[in-house]
């Protein structure tokens, strides 16, 4: 299934993508399953899908206001320098354990929203990655396990305010300007993605491609992150790992290439989806 989070009006639900149509499940099964992380947490993947039955769209996604997948996560933890060749461009060194950083909810938009080039800085960078989504929490997760805690993937742009990620060696306060990243357009649960399925990741910022690799080409693995993730902190339904970003940020580009009003950013996770975000100034 694909599941989606998305507003009509002021009113939030929840769905799963039909075609060019979402079935809204906040109506069907809302009492038992308010939002989509409930719906992880209470594993209420068959209920979902007796709704489904039968079912004809609500909502056409023409219509709807994406919202980010998991609207009210409690953890959302990034994944710094996580391919070699992000590693080399920015002349840093591959790490025995991941570099891990934190961005809060406020920081995302969704599918179609546009990201925003905060007044403080014209830097803004994009850095396409894949977001896993865990479905079943735990602690000090066996790595052999980690694929039974997988939910689902979605595109993310874990975008950056680089001069303010760079003016420090800690790098929160360039990664969570309101609405500087995107989140979308849709998860893609694990029965149409089963464990070690191979992933292409692309980014084009409009129209051309900046970044292209594979979940093969990752330092560490999406299994690996959870579980030493989940050796400090306990990983709980609806929690986001964003699992890093590949070669080709417009800021190690020369010149730099940084994202400015009007353009058009697009990461594609083939076999997931594609999420599209415009980018505007902020006023």
Request: glycine share 10%; charged share 25%.
């Amino acid at each position: 299934m694909k599941l989606m989070s998305y507003s009509v009006g002021r009113k939030a639900s929840y769905g799963a993508v039909a075609g060019d149509g979402v079935v809204d499940l906040g109506k069907r099964i809302g009492a038992e399953f308010p939002d989509l992380k409930a719906l992880i947490a209470g594993n209420g993947y068959a209920a979902a899908r007796k709704a489904l039955e039968g079912a004809a769209s609500d909502h056409k996604l023409a219509d709807v206001t994406f919202l980010p997948v998991i609207p009210n996560p409690e953890k959302i933890i990034c994944v710094g320098l996580n391919y070699a060749d992000h590693v080399v461009e920015t002349a840093r060194e591959k790490t025995e354990d991941p570099a891990l950083f934190v961005r809060w909810p406020n920081s995302q938009a969704g599918h179609l929203q546009p990201m925003l080039v905060p007044l403080e800085s014209t830097h803004l960078d994009y850095e396409g990655e894949i977001a896993c989504i865990i479905g079943k929490g735990g602690r000090r997760i066996k790595e052999a396990d980690a694929y039974n805690h997988v939910a689902g993937y979605a595109p993310y742009n874990d975008g950056s305010v680089r001069d303010l990620q760079w003016a420090t060696t800690q790098w929160t306060t360039g990664k969570n300007f309101p609405t500087t990243g995107a989140f979308g357009p849709w998860m893609t649960t694990t029965d149409e993605v089963p464990a070690d399925t191979v992933l292409t990741l692309i980014t084009r910022l409009n129209g051309v491609e900046m970044q292209r690799a594979t979940t093969r080409m990752m330092i560490h693995s999406i299994p690996r992150l959870i579980a030493f993730i989940s050796n400090f902190t306990e990983l709980v339904p609806g929690d986001v790992i964003v699992s890093g970003t590949p070669g080709g940020v417009g800021g190690r580009k020369k010149p730099p290439l940084w994202m400015k009003d009007g353009d058009i950013c697009e990461i594609e996770v083939d076999k997931v989806g594609v999420l599209r975000t415009p980018i505007k100034s902020e006023k």
